[in-house]
């Protein structure tokens, strides 16, 4: 078992940046890719970014690609998502989570463990 904490949320202007943090106990994280995921009221949950276990390999959903930067710190059990240029459409609850694969996974239903969200609003 893992489990994830998500920190980092808030209120912010658009323009502004970000950072969420994802903490992780119980099994070794660093076996783990890690994910990001984000749901707005009334939308289904999507994908932003993730990172291999290694951290050698990252990949982003288009909405968010130039602007977001996924990272991960093995040695701390965390994982990061550095949100920059944040505008209006990013307001949604983010999620971490963890899949057991050796490479990057964008599909919600391969990841195993999540963490209960972090709201983010952007503010116009």
């Known amino acids: 078992q893992v489990q994830l904490v998500e920190s980092g949320g808030g209120l912010v202007q658009a323009g502004g940046s970000l950072r969420l943090s994802c903490a992780a106990s119980g099994r070794t994280f660093s076996v783990y890719t890690m994910g990001w995921f984000r749901q707005a009221p009334g939308k289904e949950r999507e994908f932003v970014a993730t990172?291999?276990?290694?951290?050698?390999?990252?990949y982003y959903a288009d909405s968010v690609k130039g602007r977001f930067t996924i990272s991960r710190d093995n040695s701390m059990n965390t994982g990061y998502l550095q949100m920059n240029s944040l505008k209006p459409e990013d307001t949604a609850v983010y999620y971490c989570a963890a899949a057991s694969s050796w490479y990057t996974v964008t599909e919600v239903e391969k990841y195993d463990y999540w963490g209960q969200g972090t709201q983010v609003t952007v503010s116009s």
């Open positions: 990172i291999s276990w290694s951290g050698g390999s990252t």
